[in-house]
């Protein structure tokens, strides 16, 4: 039973333009919501984080909206470089439980 | 500014043996993690220590176990090891609840 899941897994769009990375969750418990990228041989790194009292959280390039009566969320980069094709993982916790999806491989066409 | 250290980075397994892997994070941080990332299946969580002394069951616990040996590590162990563990192992830390985790740089592991 997948409490996180990313149903993309891959994406491919044109430097410049906007990537939408789509999240959805089954567990109402979670309040708290993380995107992490990742490189090929490295660990994950943090991206963006909100909070379930909130919808939206902007970091330069990178927003996260949620949507709590969806179970949804969603990373928006704008716009998009080469340097960020990699595989984002969103993630959720309610207490000091991390549950993960699986990930969607983005792709930066120059 | 080390972060979080975990040794092996590469480590081949013959099926059945042991081996344990080391995490170590100086960050002053109170939670731990041990994750696996394996093909299609994202990042499950194996094992975690909300606080020092404590341990608790993640997603894919069977065949692992975990010691918090201290505030600063916490190790996995593979008793008997079977080629369905063969992948990439990540430990992670954080502060408290709602704060970010900080992952390591993973260990390769193959079970032959």
């Known amino acids: 039973d997948q409490q996180v899941k990313q149903n993309s897994p891959s994406l491919s769009v044109q430097e410049g333009r906007i990537s939408i990375l789509n999240c959805d969750y089954t567990n109402s418990m979670f309040d708290y919501f993380l995107w992490y990228k990742k490189y090929p041989a490295e660990g994950p790194t943090f991206l963006i984080s909100?909070?379930?009292?909130?919808d939206k959280n902007e970091d330069g390039r990178f927003t996260v909206f949620l949507n709590k009566s969806a179970k949804h969320l969603s990373l928006h980069i704008v716009p998009s470089q080469p340097g960020d094709s990699a595989v984002y993982f969103c993630a959720a916790t309610g207490t000091y439980k991390y549950i993960f999806g699986t990930g969607t491989r983005l792709k930066v066409l120059a | 500014n080390a972060g979080v250290t975990q040794t092996p980075k590469f480590q081949v397994l013959k099926t059945g043996q042991s081996m344990t892997l080391q995490c170590a994070q100086d960050m002053n941080h109170n939670s731990m993690y041990w994750y696996r990332q394996d093909p299609g299946m994202g990042l499950r969580l194996i094992y975690y220590?909300?606080?020092?002394?404590?341990?608790d069951k993640g997603e894919v616990p069977n065949g692992y176990n975990v010691s918090r040996l201290n505030k600063r590590e916490f190790s996995l162990r593979l008793e008997s090891a079977a080629p369905s563990q063969t992948s990439v192992y990540f430990c992670?830390?954080?502060?408290?609840?709602?704060?970010?985790?900080?992952f390591g740089e993973g260990s390769w592991l193959t079970v032959v």
């Open positions: 909100i909070s379930s009292i909130k």
């Open positions: 220590s909300a606080s020092e002394g404590t341990t």
């Open positions: 992670a830390s954080k502060t408290g609840p709602g704060n970010t985790i900080y």
